[in-house]
């Protein structure tokens, strides 16, 4: 997906070759999923609670999954203790980030 950062307000190419993704958690849900986006961020819902560093361990792990990545190349840089959160995205190949623009 080429020029992926000005299609996706939440995803912002970096200059060393990372991607940046703005994403806002809501903790304690029934299911993990994608529901869209919110002010330029990417909301997710997550089964784990916000207790113990649950949410964060689920959230890297569910970012990883879902673009088809090792969980080790998708680090938490911001917003361990809120709700909005910045990831960090490190790959060879630019993921497929349409796998996180579709909702369940």
Do not use: H, Y
């Amino acid at each position: 997906m080429a020029d992926s950062a000005d299609a996706l307000p939440w995803l912002t190419r970096l200059a060393d070759g990372n991607w940046r993704v703005a994403v806002r958690v809501q903790p304690g849900a029934k299911k993990n999923e994608i529901s869209g986006v919110m002010d330029g961020r990417l909301r997710i819902r997550l089964m784990a609670q916000a207790v113990e560093n649950k949410a964060n361990k689920a959230l890297v792990a569910f970012v990883a999954q879902k673009l088809g990545l090792r969980p080790s190349r998708v680090r938490l840089a911001s917003g361990e203790t809120g709700r909005e959160k910045i990831l960090i995205v490190s790959s060879e190949r630019e993921p497929d980030w349409a796998a996180l623009c579709r909702p369940e």
